[in-house]
């Protein structure tokens, strides 16, 4: 996110196609110091506005403990990324928080890494915990990370936890987002993460792996479909029929 126009404008659209949780980053752990942070708590404000104005659940990240004070405050979820999967004075504060918490594989995370970050939440008494695969660095050069689909099966014979999808910083490549997502539901994720910009050539993070919402739209139809192939069905906002 990056201004209350520009949130409320994706926020606009994905609403409107269907998508139930808003992922939004206030606080942005960037690669280089001087990238864009992010908006802090006035991020986590327009996040609220957005949820009181189109009826979404929030999802943003805490970077560190202080951030995750004022993302409890402020949001229904709490994402804690990549980079902080092993921060475990962090997932200890997450786990003594009533919110659920979305758990972001490390870069080079093995599963058994991931579960027992998971637990360090669970053991202090949240079981509310989401998994999510978001690619691993491997030495491939056609993709920013190797989105590994195969994780999801391994962990649902491992965990009971749901495990989501993020083929955007899965794959970093907006071509690549729309069919990765297809293949992540038929795979049996739980959900996906998709990052949605409204003019991705002009965003300040992550435009060459955003997709734009008319995409988006086509991309829930088709999951919606191939949710059905497999006995599931897309849950999405009450408020809409679809
Ligand atoms: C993000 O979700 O915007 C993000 C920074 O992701 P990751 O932690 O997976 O790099
Ligand atoms: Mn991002």
């Known amino acids: 996110m990056e201004s209350r126009e520009q949130t409320r404008a994706v926020a606009a659209s994905v609403?409107?196609?269907?998508?139930?949780?808003f992922r939004g980053g206030a606080y942005k752990p960037r690669t280089s110091p001087y990238s864009f942070q992010g908006l802090a708590e006035n991020g986590l404000k327009i996040l609220a506005e957005v949820r009181q104005d189109f009826?979404?659940?929030?999802?943003?990240?805490?970077?560190?403990?202080?951030s995750l004070d004022l993302v409890e405050r402020y949001s229904?979820?709490?994402?804690?990324?990549?980079?902080?999967?092993?921060?475990?004075?962090?997932?200890?504060?997450?786990?003594?928080?009533?919110?659920?918490?979305?758990?972001?594989?490390?870069?080079?995370?093995?599963?058994d890494e991931l579960l027992m970050a998971a637990e360090y939440i669970l053991s202090e008494g949240n079981y509310n915990v989401?998994?999510?695969?978001?690619?691993?660095?491997?030495?491939?050069?056609?993709?920013?990370?190797?989105?590994?689909?195969?994780?999801?099966?391994?962990?649902q014979r491992l965990s009971h936890l749901p495990i989501i999808v993020d083929p955007s910083h899965g794959t970093g490549r907006r071509e690549k987002v729309i069919?990765?997502?297809?293949?992540?539901?038929?795979?049996?994720?739980?959900?996906?993460?998709?990052?949605?910009?409204?003019?991705p050539e002009m965003a300040l993070s992550d435009g060459n792996q955003s997709i734009e919402p008319p995409e988006f739209e086509q991309l829930m139809s088709e999951i919606r479909q191939i949710a059905l192939v497999l006995g599931r069905?897309?849950?999405?906002?009450?408020?809409?029929t679809l």
């Open 55 to 66: 009826g979404l659940k929030i999802v943003t990240e805490a970077i560190d403990v202080e």
């Open 15 to 21: 609403s409107a196609a269907g998508e139930r949780l």
């Open 179 to 199: 069919p990765l997502s297809r293949a992540a539901i038929a795979v049996g994720a739980d959900g996906l993460m998709i990052e949605v910009h409204n003019q």
């Open 130 to 155: 989401i998994l999510c695969e978001r690619g691993i660095r491997t030495f491939t050069d056609h993709t920013r990370n190797t989105l590994d689909l195969s994780v999801i099966p391994a962990a």
């Open 76 to 111: 229904d979820v709490i994402q804690i990324g990549a980079r902080n999967m092993q921060n475990f004075s962090l997932l200890r504060r997450a786990g003594r928080s009533q919110r659920p918490v979305l758990l972001k594989r490390g870069i080079a995370a093995t599963l």
């Open 233 to 240: 069905s897309l849950t999405t906002s009450s408020a809409r």
